[in-house]
């Protein structure tokens, strides 16, 4: 059973950056694809970016090209998303989640099974 824990959410203000980690305890932290989504109250939850297994493959929602950047360790389990010039469209509970291993990165949620609780991220203007 594949354990994600999310932290590094936070307060800041627009332009900013921050960098959310994914920690993911028990085994075979390199065997899957991982990725990171978002949802806003009373809205649905959104593709944020995903990175292979192997960390060779990124893929991101069209919101945050270019801003935020995911990687992956796999030596310490743990994946980040980087944010960077934070606007007053990114505020959300960000979750990271796990996909099957594989060199299509998928959008959907319903591709990813275990997810974490979430992070709250806000940005002030």
């Known amino acids: 059973q594949k354990h994600l824990v999310e932290s590094g959410g936070g307060v800041v203000q627009v332009g900013d950056s921050l960098r959310l980690a994914c920690d993911a305890s028990?085994?075979?932290?390199?065997?899957?694809?991982l990725g990171w989504f978002r949802q806003a109250p009373g809205k649905e939850r959104e593709f944020v970016a995903a990175i292979t297994w192997n960390g060779y493959l990124t893929k991101y929602g069209e919101s945050v090209e270019g801003r935020f950047a995911v990687s992956k360790d796999n030596a310490k389990k743990i994946s980040y998303l980087q944010m960077n010039s934070l606007n007053p469209e990114d505020p959300a509970v960000y979750y990271c989640?796990?996909?099957?291993?594989?060199?299509?990165?998928?959008?959907?949620?319903?591709?990813?099974?275990?997810w974490g609780q979430g992070t709250q991220v806000t940005v002030s203007s």
């Open positions: 028990g085994l075979g932290f390199d065997n899957f694809n």
């Open positions: 989640a796990t996909a099957i291993s594989e060199l299509l990165l998928r959008v959907r949620r319903g591709n990813y099974d275990s």
